[in-house]
């Protein structure tokens, strides 16, 4: 039990009774062990203000920081089938999609939306790793080709920013035609000249890196997020080596020409806004 436990009874009687006293008040930096308030984490874009360890980002506020003054439209996806394959392990399927729907109020695990970044018009495919690990489906496949297709309509910039553990395995090959399938529409990003960029943040995995994820025109990378297809213990075992402690980080990726920069989550708009009047074709 720690201190943070013995202490909730206190602050509740102060309050007057649980109900006032929220769940997940206080973080802990997993890398220097201090509790933060999530206030203060939200103050500074879930960035820790003593070792600037990045913790994950809601997906609104991701949005806000990114867009001009904050503002952006949603682009609605398609609809998919819920249960192509009818699969159950310890739960059905359609009840773990409906847990997660209530739980973060998305239909699925990818959110669209379309703005001004610097100026520029950007679209932006992003991932909500609260949703059953930001996992990769038939709608996640679906909102990346719609997305595309609104980009290129558009003539906008076309960015998505994965948060995955890979392909859902409730949706079996279903789930792994999405590789071919998304990497088909960022071709058709490239062949229409339009900037591709892919902000890579914790993790990034499985199918997800093995397709549209590590094709972009430029990488960008969190600091010390986890990159790969297979997880580390599956290769060391595999290989019969220990890897390096920085395997697989943000870090490790740029210095081998895996990534093209790591950049501060504070410092992401301004440099996504430089790319962006790099790559975009101005109208004379």
Not at 23 to 31: G, R, T
Not at 89 to 108: A, P, V
Not at 133 to 153: L, P, R
């Amino acid at each position: 039990m720690s201190w943070l436990t013995d202490l909730k009874p206190k602050l509740s009687k102060l309050l007057g009774g649980d109900d006032n006293v929220p769940e997940n008040v206080w973080l802990k930096c997993p890398d220097t062990g201090m509790i933060i308030h999530k206030r203060e984490l939200e103050n500074n874009m879930y960035v820790s203000p003593h070792s600037d360890h990045h913790f994950a980002m809601p997906v609104q506020n991701r949005l806000q920081s990114i867009y001009d003054d904050g503002n952006y439209e949603l682009i609605s996806s398609p609809a998919t089938r819920d249960d192509p394959l009818k699969f159950k392990d310890s739960k059905k399927y359609t009840e773990r999609l409906k847990i997660s729907r209530k739980k973060t109020g998305c239909e699925d695990a990818i959110i669209l939306a379309y703005g001004m970044v610097g100026g520029n018009p950007l679209v932006v495919a992003l991932f909500n790793f609260a949703f059953m690990g930001g996992s990769m489906g038939s709608a996640v496949g679906e909102g990346i080709v719609k997305a595309g297709e609104f980009a290129i309509e558009k003539k906008a910039g076309f960015m998505i920013i994965p948060a995955s553990g890979g392909a859902r395995m409730q949706e079996g090959i279903i789930s792994l035609m999405q590789m071919a399938r998304t990497t088909v529409i960022i071709n058709r990003i490239k062949k229409a000249k339009l900037p591709y960029i892919v902000l890579l943040t914790n993790p990034t995995t499985g199918g997800v890196s093995a397709s549209f994820a590590m094709i972009g025109d430029i990488h960008i990378a969190e600091p010390k997020c986890i990159i790969g297809f297979a997880g580390r213990r599956v290769i060391e075992q595999t290989v019969r080596e220990t890897l390096p402690a920085d395997f697989q980080t943000a870090e490790y990726l740029e210095n081998h020409g895996m990534v093209d920069m790591v950049v501060h989550r504070h410092k992401l708009k301004d440099e996504i806004a430089k790319i962006l009047d790099l790559l975009m074709i101005k109208k004379k």
